[in-house]
């Protein structure tokens, strides 16, 4: 059941369209950031308020890589593998991360702090190699030990 917060959000995201299922990315947005993923319960509680079917509002979902539809860790490390970070250090830097987590991707660190998951280019390529954590990019990490400093702020 969607609780009355998400609901009023919604109907935020709703509110300059016609129909509800124009906001749809914009409502998952919304019941992730309340309960860190998407699980089908939700979906369904979602798709049912949208006037969606749950296959639809699924395929919107798993469409969109920043949409989890599993549990994940307190943060999300989403590491670019777009062509520009792939030339400058992509490789060194996810074998790092790896490494010093102990996860690969779509693994998520056993005290349940970082979740590892790639994504197609960020869009900041002049700072290659990159990578997002939560909300925040960080870039030109080479050499990959430049990371150590930045994971300290996410606890
Ligand atoms: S390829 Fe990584 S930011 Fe563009």
Same mark, same amino acid.
């Given at each position: 059941?969607? !609780?009355?917060?998400?609901?009023?959000?919604?109907? &935020?995201?709703?509110?300059?369209?016609?129909?509800?299922?124009v =906001?749809?990315i914009?409502? *998952?947005?919304? +019941?992730?950031?309340h309960?860190?993923w998407? $699980?089908?319960?939700a979906?369904?509680?979602?798709?049912?308020?949208?006037?969606?079917?749950?296959?639809e509002?699924? #395929?919107? =979902?798993?469409?969109?890589?920043?949409?989890?539809?599993?549990?994940?860790g307190r943060?999300?490390?989403?590491?670019? @593998?777009?062509? $520009?970070?792939?030339n /400058? &250090?992509?490789e060194d830097?996810?074998?790092?991360? !790896?490494?010093?987590? #102990?996860?690969?991707? #779509? &693994?998520?660190?056993?005290?349940?702090?970082?979740?590892?998951?790639? /994504?197609?280019?960020? &869009? +900041?390529?002049? !700072?290659?190699? =990159? *990578?997002?954590?939560?909300? @925040?990019?960080?870039?030109?990490?080479?050499?990959?030990?430049k /990371?150590?400093?930045?994971?300290?702020?996410?606890?």
């Amino acid at each position: 059941m969607l !609780s009355e917060a998400e609901i009023r959000e919604i109907e &935020g995201e709703a509110k300059p369209y016609a129909s509800r299922k124009v =906001a749809c990315i914009g409502a *998952l947005k919304v +019941v992730q950031k309340h309960r860190g993923w998407v $699980s089908d319960e939700a979906l369904r509680d979602l798709a049912d308020h949208l006037g969606m079917t749950p296959d639809e509002l699924d #395929g919107v =979902a798993t469409f969109y890589s920043l949409i989890y539809r599993r549990p994940v860790g307190r943060h999300v490390i989403l590491v670019c @593998d777009g062509l $520009s970070c792939y030339n /400058v &250090g992509y490789e060194d830097l996810l074998g790092y991360l !790896s490494k010093r987590l #102990g996860i690969g991707f #779509g &693994g998520t660190t056993a005290d349940g702090r970082f979740t590892l998951l790639p /994504v197609a280019c960020i &869009g +900041v390529c002049e !700072s290659a190699p =990159a *990578l997002i954590i939560d909300e @925040d990019v960080h870039g030109r990490l080479e050499p990959p030990e430049k /990371v150590e400093e930045i994971l300290k702020r996410y606890e």
